[in-house]
């Protein structure tokens, strides 16, 4: 089961990061992503670090100003976001996959836990 946790309401310009957590299951096996789903839209992929954390990959919008990262020994992801816009407004979810490509074509291969709300206001 999935748990993400952190997320909240913040200015534009502000930062928050996001932290998931695995129970019943690991990380270490898996590439991992952040996905996330704005009201009246579909769920898109953000960010995805490979299982050995060497490789980040993220969507266009978000480069240079979101960051995932991993603790393998902690069993969780974090997504550290920077800079957020009020086009950031979503519920935030993370997810596992045995591929960064499969992860950001917006696949998961765990049940989707219940997200996180991240709020921006202008």
């Known amino acids: 089961q999935l748990v993400e946790s952190g997320g909240g309401l913040v200015q534009a310009g502000g930062s928050l990061t996001l932290s998931c957590t695995g129970s019943?299951?690991?990380?270490?096996?898996?590439?991992m992503g952040w996905f996330r789903q704005a009201p009246g839209k579909e769920r898109e992929f953000v960010a995805a670090?490979?299982?050995?954390?060497?490789?980040?990959y993220y969507r266009v919008s978000v480069k240079g100003r979101f960051i995932i990262s991993r603790d393998h020994a902690k069993n969780m992801v974090y997504l550290h976001m920077n800079s957020l816009k009020p086009e950031d407004t979503a519920v935030y979810y993370c997810?596992?996959?045995?591929?960064?490509?499969?992860?950001?074509?917006?696949?998961?291969?765990?049940?989707w836990g219940q997200g996180t709300q991240v709020t921006v206001s202008s």
């Open positions: 997810n596992a996959g045995a591929s960064s490509s499969f992860l950001q074509s917006g696949f998961g291969s765990w049940s």
């Open positions: 019943g299951g690991t990380f270490s096996t898996y590439d």
């Open positions: 670090i490979s299982r050995g954390g060497a490789n980040t």
